[in-house]
């Protein structure tokens, strides 16, 4: 919305900056964790007040059963930091701006739902089938927008670290680009089991993201790269920086020992975003390499189902991985940290894709 201060450049020169996209996506970022930490206290206050605290469930590890009051729905903090940043910094009459702004929304509101149902006496939340079915509806909604666009590279699946490898997925790309949506969101949400777990490793996945969508959008740069140039794209970095202030305030309040939980509300809006600026980036194999930690907390979870319903037997002490760590006699922070280094190798991994190809 500022950028319409550019307009003002003939009359004061200062007012040239707003064109720039490093410009805003930098100044989206310090707004959103601005924002993020002045309201925190007073979100956290009215969580509490409204008792939105967690409760530990019969499966839960002994070391967590002490933060039992731990108030949860701290997302709203995180979506109400990066979209009042957005609504400010972006540039509105971008197409990519409104999808992301539906899928953090529309993400966003189903695990509200989630969190607000958990909160009754049944502390079930909303139904798998409910639940899974609202988000493919939104996936397909935003899946179906960017194919109807048809652009010169909207069925391609390009390949990370293989030079020229791509495939054309042709009709088949909008069920493909559906379940990946769905997927990511769920992963992040699965990984959300530690103070400031999923908060650290999303600032970093959204750093990365950043980055690409910035070269994505240069026409020069992407074909120096040789990466598909989206036109566009570039303003995804004002969206991605937005997220990543939002992340980097809330992680202020989320560090262990955490004061707040950002719940589904949170997570599965962080991780639908994230999946749609990877479709939109045409990233969406690079972003499983980006978010390595998200796929390997659910692929532990994946295995520990299908081994104990083939053989009786668990692979690991407790999934997801993070607990299996804890029970294996880690402290929780020092699971949270090595993840966190082993999250910063797999987005520096990814970015030098760029390079290696």
């Known amino acids: 919305?500022?950028?319409?201060?550019?307009?003002?450049?003939?009359?004061?020169?200062?007012?040239?900056?707003?064109?720039?996209?490093?410009?805003?996506?930098?100044?989206?970022?310090?707004?959103?964790?601005?924002?993020?930490?002045?309201?925190?206290?007073?979100?956290?206050?009215?969580l509490r007040a409204i008792k939105t605290s967690w409760s530990a469930r019969e499966d839960t590890p002994e070391s967590h059963k002490a933060?039992?009051?731990?108030?949860?729905?701290g997302g709203v903090l995180i979506i109400l930091s990066f979209v009042v940043s957005i609504l400010l910094w972006q540039d509105l009459t971008n197409v990519y701006?409104?999808?992301?702004?539906?899928?953090?929304?529309?993400?966003?509101?189903?695990?509200?739902?989630?969190?607000?149902?958990?909160?009754?006496?049944?502390?079930?939340?909303?139904?798998?089938g409910v639940k899974?079915?609202?988000?493919?509806?939104?996936?397909?909604?935003?899946?179906?927008?960017?194919?109807?666009?048809?652009?010169?590279?909207?069925?391609?699946?390009?390949?990370?670290?293989?030079?020229?490898?791509?495939?054309?997925?042709?009709?088949?790309?909008?069920?493909?680009?559906?379940?990946?949506?769905?997927?990511?969101?769920n992963a992040v949400n699965l990984t959300d089991g530690l103070d400031g777990l999923a908060t650290g490793l999303v600032i970093m996945v959204g750093l990365a993201l950043a980055i690409?969508?910035?070269?994505?959008?240069?026409?020069?740069?992407?074909?120096?790269?040789?990466?598909?140039?989206?036109?566009?794209?570039?303003?995804?970095?004002?969206?991605?920086?937005?997220?990543?202030?939002?992340?980097?305030?809330?992680?202020?309040?989320?560090a262990h020992p955490a004061d707040v939980w950002m719940g589904d509300t949170g997570a599965l809006s962080l991780g639908g975003v994230m999946g749609v600026v990877a479709l939109i980036l045409k990233k969406e194999i690079l972003i499983l390499?980006?978010?390595?930690?998200?796929?390997?907390?659910?692929?532990?979870?994946?295995?520990?189902?299908?081994?104990?319903?083939?053989?009786?037997?668990?692979?690991f002490k407790m999934a997801p991985l993070h607990h299996h760590f804890e029970l294996s006699g880690w402290p929780e922070s020092k699971v949270v940290t090595r993840l966190w280094i082993l999250g910063g190798l797999f987005a520096i991994l990814g970015i030098s894709t760029l390079k290696i190809q």
């Open 1 to 46: 919305m500022l950028k319409f201060l550019y307009a003002l450049r003939d009359h004061f020169t200062f007012f040239n900056i707003f064109q720039y996209l490093t410009f805003r996506a930098a100044y989206a970022s310090i707004t959103a964790l601005l924002i993020s930490f002045l309201f925190g206290p007073w979100v956290i206050a009215k």
């Open 67 to 73: 933060k039992a009051g731990t108030p949860t729905m």
């Open 97 to 128: 701006a409104w999808l992301l702004l539906f899928g953090a929304l529309g993400f966003g509101g189903i695990g509200f739902a989630d969190d607000l149902l958990k909160m009754s006496a049944r502390k079930r939340g909303i139904s798998a």
């Open 132 to 185: 899974f079915g609202g988000q493919f509806v939104i996936s397909t909604i935003i899946v179906v927008v960017l194919y109807l666009q048809k652009g010169e590279n909207t069925t391609l699946l390009y390949i990370p670290f293989l030079k020229r490898a791509v495939l054309d997925l042709s009709w088949m790309y909008i069920p493909f680009a559906v379940v990946l949506m769905v997927g990511y969101s």
């Open 212 to 254: 690409l969508s910035y070269v994505t959008g240069r026409a020069d740069f992407a074909a120096y790269l040789q990466i598909p140039y989206v036109k566009g794209a570039g303003e995804l970095a004002v969206f991605c920086l937005a997220v990543t202030g939002a992340s980097v305030g809330f992680l202020w309040f989320n």
């Open 289 to 315: 390499v980006l978010g390595g930690v998200f796929v390997l907390e659910t692929a532990s979870v994946a295995i520990q189902v299908v081994s104990f319903k083939l053989t009786g037997k668990r692979v």
